[in-house]
């Protein structure tokens, strides 16, 4: 027969401070997760297909423009810490001057802009348990929680 002492040494409880690490880790995960899922559905819907145009032709300073521009957008929207962070700069980017200056660009070379997944983005985000509308309004109102 077996000592009983030796078989609960190994018996760890969960402190309430514990668990709670453990909820931040897996709700910081859950948001990393989101955050990557809605940067490579942007990536691959608006900036991978600038990306794949050949440089050639008589736009081709243009098309050199918007490839640099995409190529500072997908590595600015990797760099953001949250999901909150993504929504909220695409947002921006469908009312931003310069972001305005490029969607005219790219329509001129009949490439997609962020206008035209304004719709699936967002849907996107929903499915991912974000709420985009009532999301921006909340950074609106508290910038610290934004970036």
Request: hydrophobic share 35%; proline share 5%.
């Amino acid at each position: 027969m077996k000592n009983h002492d030796s078989m609960n040494s190994k018996v760890r409880v969960a402190f309430p401070q514990d668990v709670a690490n453990r909820l931040d880790r897996l709700t910081d995960d859950a948001d990393t997760d989101a955050r990557n899922e809605l940067v490579d559905f942007i990536a691959h819907r608006v900036f991978y297909p600038v990306l794949m145009v050949d440089r050639t032709g008589p736009h081709r300073a243009m098309i050199e423009q918007v490839q640099a521009a995409a190529r500072a957008k997908i590595d600015r929207l990797r760099s953001y810490g949250s999901a909150a962070e993504v929504i909220d700069s695409f947002e921006r980017d469908l009312r931003s001057g310069p972001a305005q200056d490029i969607t005219s660009e790219l329509k001129l070379l009949q490439l997609p802009v962020s206008d035209d997944l304004r719709d699936d983005f967002e849907r996107k985000a929903r499915e991912l348990g974000f709420e985009p509308d009532s999301l921006l309004s909340s950074l609106r109102s508290n910038p610290e929680k934004g970036m």
